[in-house]
């Protein structure tokens, strides 16, 4: 007893306690989110749209190619579906107005209405890899 330390003496309800924080600390090291399915790393965040949003083709110069329906967009690039395989390259305008919305895109795949794109990054004007 003389050398002996002090233990703490547990109660019933906050051994209870202790018990369930550590059972807690146990079930961590799952991925766990609350609302959403859990998002790994590997995996691309992708959004669908039932009904699809309406958008418009434009040129580099701003003239109009065609309007079309946004199915799908992704960090990396879109999925569309218009009547006629759009140009190349082109500007894809997601909205016109108040603010303008718009991405450089590069045609991937087309299979019938549907056409895949990638978006483009441009290089501003002030980098210093710009090149003119």
């Known amino acids: 007893m003389h050398g002996q330390t ?7 309800s906050g051994a209870g306690l202790e018990d369930k924080r550590s059972s807690a600390k146990t079930n961590r090291s799952r991925s766990v989110t609350i609302g959403f399915p859990a998002q790994r790393e590997h ?4 959004v669908h749209f039932d009904p699809p949003r ?3 083709l434009v040129n580099p110069d701003g003239s109009e190619i065609a309007e079309c329906e946004v199915t799908a967009v992704w960090e990396g690039g879109a999925q569309l579906r218009l009547d006629c395989p759009p140009p190349f390259r082109f500007v894809l305008q997601f909205a016109w107005s108040p603010t303008v919305v718009l991405r450089f895109c590069k045609r991937v795949r087309c299979r019938g209405e549907d056409v895949w794109v990638e978006y483009e990054r441009q290089r501003p004007c ?4 710009y090149d003119r």
Do not use: M, V
């Open 43 to 46: 995996e691309t965040k992708k």
């Open 6 to 12: 002090a233990q703490p003496q547990r109660t019933g």
């Open 54 to 56: 309406c958008a418009r």
């Open 126 to 129: 002030y980098s210093l890899e």
